[in-house]
């Protein structure tokens, strides 16, 4: 499994997870993209705590 982790200490997404699925492209795209490559995409976020994006795809063999 190939897992990259993107994060910081910013001031969050307004709404939460949830929100920021239904609204932005950019995440929505990128879902799509690992979801076609069998992965998944987990997204953390809460206001003045940061977010943190973790995209594993499956690799080898």
Known sequence: ???LTVSDDGQGIRGGAAATA???FGL???RERTVML???LRLDTAPG???T???GIP???
Do not use: R, S
């Open 28 to 30: 929505q795209n990128m």
């Open 22 to 24: 239904a609204a932005g």
């Open 1 to 3: 499994m190939l897992v």
């Open 49 to 51: 705590k940061g977010t």
């Open 53 to 55: 994006v973790e995209i």
């Open 59 to 61: 690799f080898g063999e």
């Open 38 to 40: 069998g992965g998944t």
